[in-house]
């Protein structure tokens, strides 16, 4: 039933988009710069329709058909699911590629969310939506060039390589050299882009709300918003530079014990227009490349803590945050200024890059926020649920918030013990987790439509640092935690601080702020307890 239902809604959304596509392709085409090739465009968004609405009906019958009759829980019926989810995988990232823009955006994102969807797909997507998207051909590039910068390669750059180092969902990326001999990398957006991404919208904007009107539960019109607000500012290279130049000025200012870790590509603004965009070219390792990371003499745990800090100190200090931290925006290199110790080690330095993708917090958005982790971290249930409400998650729904954000069950959430966050990242906590999402899925689509649309945007940066720190650390980090506790609860500290005007609150705030600090130290004090455990446990397994 739920199958004939699905292949309803294909046919139904197939022929909306036909005559949808009409009155909105009209607009794109004479608001062109192009207009025959953005004609020939939007003939294709009755088909990417299609692709979508039959990728939809197809998947769903596989799974209807494949697992009929087996008993859940059995051998076979895990056997044939983990076999489902990989087909459907691949016909996911197929979808993707085919379509493009976008819809490598929604890929990217799904190969982050490791605890909440199958670990098939998150393998899939992750292997091939970070670093292999798909590419302009090089007379396509020139013509970008040309047009934004009057001249091809070969007559505004000493050197140019046709073959990208990189392609992203927008744009990708070429090695150059200026006339000076500086080696730089362009970013060149994908030819029509601009067009493409009116398509997608129009596409993604009109599956989501006709999915939704079939299936109530299925309320993701928010991103719809989202995209709405977020592809205009992504897809204007000038903006980005104007983000990263923000991101150091903040590290610089507001972080200054971190700044000298933090790194961003100086721009080349004589040479960069909204759809191109020339910068410093940066030698580093990628921040998953745990192997690479070691060669260089720095520690994969030294590179999580650093990373840890500087988007505690982003979201909870500088309310200009980075969301689209995902393994390749992120490279690593020796900190060029530090020694090795006697350890031989040196210190990390963080390079951050592709800007485009930012969210500004307002201050009462960005010390709720700090107060709610800073009640996570400390066990604190009435703060969770205080703060829980203020961001939109209402009095019924603060202990879901509260999972989503830590990937823990409510009552590992309240929990008094140190790593009462900790994820092990073992096939349990997976299968624990993906249990309660499926489960609580209508909760969850109701959560995602009360909270701000920004809070949105923070989700996905937490979703995609957990997937940096796993690959890193095979699991969440203790430090991490006791991280955005520290950070959390110094921002809430200076808010207090700055409200209030006698010495005696002035005190009392104060005071807080030491017993927090105490409370900190108690917790390290926690770890180096249950190191010494494991490693007396350790010496008893081996019979020491």
Excluded at 10 to 20: C, N, Q, Y
């Amino acid at each position: 039933m739920a199958t004939r239902s699905l292949w309803g809604v294909a046919a139904k959304l197939v022929a909306a988009g036909t005559a949808v596509a009409g009155g909105t392709a009209g607009a794109a085409i004479l608001t062109s710069d192009d207009p025959p090739s953005t004609l020939k465009l939007w003939t294709n968004v009755p088909v990417r329709l299609y692709r979508d609405s039959f990728t939809a009906a197809s998947i769903a019958f596989d799974y209807e058909y494949s697992l009929w009759g087996l008993p859940e829980g059995s051998s076979e019926y895990s056997k044939m699911k983990h076999e489902v989810h990989l087909r459907s995988a691949h016909k996911l990232q197929d979808l993707c590629f085919r379509n493009g823009g976008i819809y490598i955006k929604l890929g990217q994102h799904i190969s982050q969310l490791e605890y909440l969807v199958p670990e098939e797909y998150v393998k899939t997507m992750r292997e091939s939506m970070l670093n292999r998207c798909p590419v302009s051909s090089f007379d396509q590039v020139c013509d970008v060039i040309k047009k934004e910068l009057g001249g091809m390669p070969d007559e505004i750059f000493a050197k140019f390589d046709p073959v990208p180092i990189a392609s992203a969902s927008l744009a990708q990326v070429h090695v150059a050299h200026l006339r000076n001999g500086q080696k730089v990398a362009v970013k060149v957006q994908h030819t029509h882009m601009t067009d493409t991404a009116a398509a997608d919208y129009a596409t993604v904007e009109l599956i989501v709300n006709t999915l939704h009107r079939f299936f109530p539960n299925f309320d993701y019109r928010w991103l719809v918003a989202e995209v709405r607000e977020s592809l205009p500012k992504e897809l204007d290279f000038l903006v980005e530079a104007q983000n990263s130049q923000k991101c150091v000025h903040n590290f610089r200012k507001l972080s200054p014990h971190i700044a000298d870790s933090i790194y961003v590509p100086l721009v080349y603004w004589n040479m960069s227009t909204k759809k191109l965009l020339t910068m410093e070219f940066m030698d580093g390792v990628q921040i998953d490349d745990v192997k690479g990371i070691r060669k260089m003499g720095v520690q994969p745990y030294d590179v999580s803590r650093l990373i840890s800090e500087a988007f505690a100190e982003m979201i909870y200090k500088h309310g200009f945050v980075h969301c689209d931290p995902h393994a390749a925006n992120l490279i690593v290199r020796p900190l060029p200024s530090g020694k090795r110790n006697i350890l031989g080690k040196r210190k990390p330095q963080l390079v951050l890059l592709d800007h485009g993708l930012y969210k500004e917090l307002d201050v009462d958005t960005r010390i709720n926020y700090a107060a709610l982790w800073k009640g996570l971290v400390f066990s604190d249930e009435k703060a969770i649920r205080e703060n829980s409400a203020k961001l939109g998650a209402g009095d019924d729904l603060y202990a879901l918030f509260a999972g989503i954000l830590t990937m823990r069950p409510w009552n590992r959430v309240i929990d008094s013990s140190v790593d009462h966050l900790v994820v092990q990242g073992t096939d349990s906590d997976r299968s624990e987790l993906q249990m309660y999402a499926s489960q609580y899925f209508p909760q969850i689509s109701e959560l995602l439509r009360r909270l701000p649309r920004v809070i949105l945007l923070m989700l996905k940066t937490n979703d995609c640092l957990r997937a940096v720190n796993n690959a890193l650390l095979q699991g969440s980090s203790l430090e991490t935690f006791l991280i955005i506790g520290r950070v959390s609860s110094e921002a809430v500290i200076e808010a207090k601080l700055l409200k209030k005007k006698s010495l005696l609150t002035w005190l009392t705030v104060w005071l807080e702020g030491i017993i927090l600090r105490a409370r900190l130290l108690g917790m390290h004090f926690g770890i180096w307890l249950l190191q010494v455990q494991k490693f007396l446990l350790y010496r008893k397994a081996l019979g020491c």
